[in-house]
């Protein structure tokens, strides 16, 4: 799990998405290994994910295969295009590990817009 000193280590941005994320009532969702969390083709619906525990898998699924594009860990962001381009995922996300991931959707960051 998360240990506080470890936001000290997360970009500034990164560090302020956390604090909003894991500070009120936030929506959680827990991934057993080999569970798919999003796919090539799927409708983002606006959201994007923080890594609160465990490992996550990007794969680009061809006829040859699947090719592993990235790992993703924790305090890492997950599918952060999706807040922002309505555009079908670009790659699949597989769960590597027992993962929990904070979601986040694009209207709960009016905070990071300049005014």
Same mark, same amino acid.
């Not at 827990?30 to 969390?37: E, F, L, M």
């Not at 680009?60 to 599918?79: D, F, I, M, T, Y």
């Not at 555009?87 to 005014?115: G, H, K, Q, Y």
């Given at each position: 799990?998360?240990?506080?000193?470890?936001? %000290?280590? /997360?970009?500034?941005?990164?560090?302020? %998405?956390?604090?909003? =994320?894991?500070?009120?009532?936030?929506?959680?969702?827990?991934?057993?290994?080999?569970?798919?969390?999003?796919?090539?083709?799927?409708?983002?619906?606006?959201?994007?994910?923080?890594?609160?525990?465990?490992?996550?898998?990007?794969?680009?699924?061809?006829?040859?295969?699947?090719?592993? =594009?990235?790992?993703?860990?924790?305090?890492?962001?997950?599918?952060? %295009?999706? /807040?922002?381009?309505?555009?079908?995922?670009?790659?699949?996300? %597989?769960?590597?590990?027992?993962?929990?991931?904070?979601?986040?959707?694009?209207?709960? /960051?009016?905070?990071?817009?300049?005014?």
């Amino acid at each position: 799990m998360s240990s506080p000193d470890h936001e %000290i280590h /997360l970009p500034s941005v990164r560090i302020e %998405i956390y604090r909003n =994320l894991t500070h009120g009532d936030i929506e959680r969702r827990h991934y057993a290994p080999g569970v798919v969390i999003f796919d090539e083709g799927d409708d983002p619906h606006g959201e994007a994910y923080l890594v609160h525990a465990g490992t996550i898998e990007i794969v680009k699924r061809s006829a040859g295969g699947e090719r592993r =594009l990235n790992l993703v860990k924790e305090g890492q962001l997950l599918g952060e %295009i999706g /807040l922002f381009r309505h555009a079908p995922r670009s790659a699949a996300a %597989i769960a590597v590990t027992e993962a929990e991931l904070l979601v986040m959707r694009n209207e709960r /960051l009016e905070w990071l817009r300049d005014d």
